[in-house]
């Protein structure tokens, strides 16, 4: 009885944060993300979604326009520090005053900035705003300097992290005292032991211990942060391809450098086949260690983050697009059912991703570790070379 209890009081407060999150989403998808006006056309619709995925250089929740036909943003300032002709510059986000379509001048360290869709250009000297070029989408007067600001996504990276330090840091503290943790330990102790038994053991094997650590970092960070972007606060971090690149570079390294010698030789010089098919072999090889192994981490992860948030504004715009049109509930009530269903999905692919790529990533480790056996030169269980047979495979197997 408890247990169900536990599981009723569980669905409940699961169905109010997405029921709020769709109503959230809803206000979001009203108001404009320029100072324009509220959002009705497909055009302003698409505009406002890819501007929703992107990552931004201030926490902006949510704008409003009240009864004076003025606009009034909710959010906060982020740091902006950048490396301009003149040097470093650092300035609050607040001095572009929300404006995305580079028509404030921020003068700051000698150079000029203007911020066009959430890039920071420095103008040039003597400009006192953008001259587009031909393409209608590059400023001819202006360069991008080096951007190192806290942006949304740094932001939800940050706070990531100090949660997984304070979480993790509790469970090790309640194991030095008590084999049993308590409080939210008792939700990471089977997520811990899950990641260890069911991919770190099974495809690294008995050198898993080195590579565990990096491994649970990976699988919270994701999940948390999948979580995360399905809040109303809009993070979208796993949905910025830079941090879903650094991820699988993180993973490249790893690999790269605990490969063993068997592993380097079986990629480029490859036993048991011709010598001439060999050089063609290690070309492969390598374009699949360094290249395609990379690449698929970070573009599954990055596609199916995009095209979930991409999915959910697309339903929750339903209620723009189809006003005024009959539907059966009303289209408010389709695009909020709707919404929150896929919202519910979302919730399994958070836990999906995280748990693919964390698997791929062992998978991959485990290949540059193991111990590989060749195929002209088998042993049994005693160190005894076994005839190079079919059925002596089989049995070696």
Known sequence: MKIARLSVKFLVVLTVLFSLNSAFAQEHAVAASNDEGPVNTNQEINDYIQHHIKDSHDFHLYSYTDAAGERHHVGFPLPVILWASNGPVAFMSSAFHHDVNGEVVVEAGGSRFVNLHDKIYELENGADELVMGADGHHPENASKPLDFSISKSVFGILII?????FWFSSLARQYKKKNIPTGFGRVLEPLVIYVRDEIAKPNIGDKYRKFTGYLLTVFFFIWISNLLGLTPFGFNITGQIAVTAALAIFTLIIYTFSGTKDYWMHMLWMPGVPVLIRPVLA????????????????????????AGHIVVMSLIAIMITLKGEL????????????????????????????????MLSALFIGMAVADHVHDEHLHDAQGHDIEDTEASRREFI
């Not at 070309?283 to 995009?306: C, D, H, T, W, Y």
């Not at 389709?334 to 991703?353: G, H």
Request: no cysteine; aromatic share 14%; net charge neutral.
């Open 283 to 306: 070309i492969i090889e390598l374009a699949g260690a360094f290249l395609i192994k990379p690449f698929s981490l970070l573009v599954r992860l990055f596609a199916n983050i995009s």
């Open 161 to 165: 992290g100090l949660l997984m330090l």
């Open 327 to 358: 539907t059966p509930f009303g289209s408010t009530t389709l695009s909020f059912i709707l919404s929150l269903f896929i919202t519910l999905i979302e919730v399994l692919v958070a836990f999906l991703q995280a748990y693919i790529f964390t």
